[in-house]
């Protein structure tokens, strides 16, 4: 059974950290990434990681703030997240690719995906 399961979400002050969790089972992947959106935008890109060389993807806005990195079990993947903003609120939701042709930033390339998990984060 596939499976996408995100834990971490919640509610934070501005300046606060938070960490989310991505555990996949039932399927092999390429590259996981997470994706988030916001109340009245349009999904975008957060982050991503080759399990190839653990190579990892930023967006602008999250860059030297949140790392993605290798769980301790295979298939998973957290993102910590720190000096949160008021702007990061959003749903957040982790995605796998399973086929290798994926392009990190683009949603459409990404093949199996989670529930999603919220995180607000107040000013």
């Known amino acids: 059974q596939v499976q996408l399961v995100e834990l971490g979400g919640g509610l934070v002050q501005a300046g606060d950290p938070l960490r989310l969790s991505c555990a996949a089972s039932?399927?092999?992947?390429?590259?996981m990434g997470w994706f988030r959106q916001a109340p009245g935008k349009e999904r975008e890109f957060v982050a991503a990681?080759?399990?190839?060389?653990?190579?990892?993807y930023y967006a602008d806005s999250v860059k030297g703030r949140f790392t993605i990195s290798r769980g301790h079990a295979g298939n998973t993947n957290y993102l910590q997240m720190n000096n949160l903003k008021p702007e990061d609120t959003a749903v957040y939701y982790c995605?796998?690719?399973?086929?290798?042709?994926?392009?990190?930033?683009?949603?459409?390339?990404?093949?199996?995906w989670g529930q999603g998990t919220r995180v607000t984060v107040s000013s």
């Open positions: 995605a796998a690719d399973i086929d290798g042709s994926w392009s990190y930033g683009s949603s459409g390339t990404y093949d199996y």
């Open positions: 039932g399927f092999s992947s390429y590259a």
């Open positions: 990681i080759w399990w190839r060389d653990d190579r990892t």
